[in-house]
């Protein structure tokens, strides 16, 4: 029986892997395929995948876990830009509407505060409640 190979394939820009066994079914050959997932590190054999997390693969050893301390971090994705939360600030501090919002909820202005600062950035992370036609 031929070994096992691993086969790469490419789509939207990212590589994935799937490791083919080969077969007989009815004396016709088949290959049974087993997802890997997205490559991390082809060298390595570095994959990941929802079900597995990130983990290692060589068609000698088969599968084996990665130590969390190796493991490659994602992309990040938290950006952190607080230019236009510092604009929205003096505006605020200027206007005489940064006390008000101080002293609207005591004990729980930088909740406020920060509320204030994070709609503008992203204006479609609240959920709108409708009541009675009213916003």
Known sequence: MAKSFIHYHNIKGKIYASVYTPRKVNGKKDNQPQYLGRVIDKEKGVYQNKVRGMFSYSLDKGFSKIPIANQVPKNENLILDFGDAYVLYQILQKCGYWDLFRATLPGWEDTLCAMV???PKFPKSYIEV??????
Do not use: L, P, S, W
């Open 117 to 119: 600062f994070y709609k």
């Open 130 to 135: 409708h009541v009675g036609g009213a916003i």
